[in-house]
């Protein structure tokens, strides 16, 4: 699911509002993907990236974020 605005989550240690996201991220949130029944997304696109939301265990919840340019440029 596709969603065009900021829905907060949380894992074991910390919760992401839009405002902590944007701090962490350095960018403007612009949507976010949810796959299947999900409750961390697995996408956030923001103004310059694209964000891939990455699980790093699978006996708690812990995620990773890494940012991927959605407009690179080539020299």
Sequence with gaps: MMLCEWRSFSTDTEIFTQEAFEDLIGDEFESMMFKDDETI?????????????????????DISFEKIPRNPVCE
Excluded at 41 to 61: A, D, E, G, L
Aim: aromatic letters at 20%.
């Design 41 to 61: 997304p697995s996408f956030i696109w923001t103004v310059n990236f694209v964000i891939i939301v990455k699980r790093c265990s699978k006996m708690y919840t």
